[in-house]
């Protein structure tokens, strides 16, 4: 079963504009919502990451929308550049648990259009 | 700076054949994860560690064993090898004490033919 889902599967925005990358979660034990950032041919990396307590964060261009109720959340890529090209996961995980194990969506790619 | 190696990079390996995958951290991180990349399906867990001599299974462990010697090592063993294995290979290491990250190595990408 899919625990964290992911849309759109890819995504192509002009930049300068705003990007919305969409996520949603099966269990509401989840507390912590990261989203890493994915070049070719490199690992994943931490981009920006949110808890449950928050409804929003924001990290220069880069903001997540949270809501607890619906188990939903969004990334927000605002003035996108053509750097910001790669493939975006959202993943969730409960903080009480000593593995920490992410539970990771299909993620989305994201296309930059100079 | 946060750093976790894999080797080696590419792999090409015959069915029935057995596949060793190595990861290095320097981090001094007790967890460790071995994940797998497929088109559609984003990262599963397949094995991971909570430190030297652990190992756990993760969602998706069959056909695969995994060793943790060090703090450092963490390996993943293919002992049969066969085409469904084909797959980007990802090594993390991560300590809930202190945040939740995950850091990743590079990658190894294996083909079974």
């Known amino acids: 079963q899919q625990q964290v889902r992911q849309s759109p599967q890819s995504l192509t925005v002009w930049e300068g504009e705003t990007a919305i990358l969409n996520c949603s979660y099966e269990?509401?034990?989840?507390?912590?919502f990261p989203w890493y950032q994915q070049f070719p041919g490199e690992g994943p990396a931490l981009l920006i990451s949110?808890?449950?307590?928050?409804d929003k964060k924001e990290d220069g261009r880069f903001t997540i929308f949270f809501n607890k109720r619906e188990k939903k959340l969004s990334l927000h890529i605002a003035d996108s550049q053509p750097g910001d090209s790669a493939t975006y996961f959202c993943a969730a995980s409960r903080r009480g648990s000593a593995l920490g194990r992410l539970h990771f969506g299909a993620g989305t790619q994201l296309i930059v259009i100079p | 700076e946060a750093a976790v190696t894999q080797s080696p990079r590419n792999k090409v390996a015959v069915t029935g054949g057995k596949v060793t995958l190595s990861c290095n951290q320097t981090?001094?991180?007790?967890?460790m994860y071995w994940y797998r990349q497929d088109t559609g399906h984003g990262l599963r867990l397949i094995h991971y560690s909570y430190g030297a001599g652990s190992t756990e299974k993760g969602d998706i462990p069959d056909g695969y064993k995994a060793s943790r010697p060090s703090q450092e090592n963490f390996s993943l063993i293919l002992e049969l090898a066969t085409p469904s294995q084909t797959s980007v290979y990802f090594c993390?290491?991560?300590?809930?004490?202190?945040?939740?990250?995950?850091?990743f190595g590079p990658g190894t990408r294996l083909t079974v033919l």
């Open positions: 981090n001094n991180h007790n967890n």
């Open positions: 993390a290491s991560g300590d809930m004490g202190s945040s939740y990250e995950q850091y």
């Open positions: 269990n509401s034990a989840f507390d912590y």
């Open positions: 949110i808890l449950s307590v928050s």
